[in-house]
């Protein structure tokens, strides 16, 4: 079993930046691929940024050019960093490893 904690969400001004850190641990034996979602109230989960095991990396339209997907392999830990936040960028961010999911952190933008 593996659990993944979030850190790193909070309050910021509309162009700030924040980072956000997702880490796994318990039955990790190597590093899969791992994902950041958002979810804002009454819509759907959707996906943010990928990372595979071997480094390649995906985006959402709305986030590219601005948040940039990386992992630290012996910390086991993922990272989100968000720069030029807008406020809809608003949401709670989840992080993902295969069919295991983290409890979220809530990032909101706002003057």
């Given at each position: 079993q593996v659990q993944l904690v979030e850190s790193g969400g909070g309050?910021?001004?509309p162009g700030g930046s924040l980072r956000l850190s997702c880490t796994a641990s318990g039955n990790v034996y190597r590093f899969a691929a791992m994902d950041w979602?958002?979810?804002v109230p009454g819509k759907q989960r959707?996906?943010?940024a990928s990372i595979s095991g071997d480094g390649r990396t995906i985006y959402a339209d709305s986030v590219k050019?601005?948040?940039t997907i990386s992992k630290d392999i012996?910390?086991?830990t993922v990272y989100l960093q968000m720069d030029r936040l807008k406020?809809?960028?608003t949401?709670?961010?989840f992080c993902k490893r295969l069919t295991d999911w983290g409890q979220g952190t809530q990032v909101t933008v706002s003057s």
């Amino acid at each position: 079993q593996v659990q993944l904690v979030e850190s790193g969400g909070g309050l910021v001004q509309p162009g700030g930046s924040l980072r956000l850190s997702c880490t796994a641990s318990g039955n990790v034996y190597r590093f899969a691929a791992m994902d950041w979602y958002r979810q804002v109230p009454g819509k759907q989960r959707e996906l943010v940024a990928s990372i595979s095991g071997d480094g390649r990396t995906i985006y959402a339209d709305s986030v590219k050019d601005r948040f940039t997907i990386s992992k630290d392999i012996y910390k086991k830990t993922v990272y989100l960093q968000m720069d030029r936040l807008k406020p809809e960028d608003t949401a709670v961010y989840f992080c993902k490893r295969l069919t295991d999911w983290g409890q979220g952190t809530q990032v909101t933008v706002s003057s």
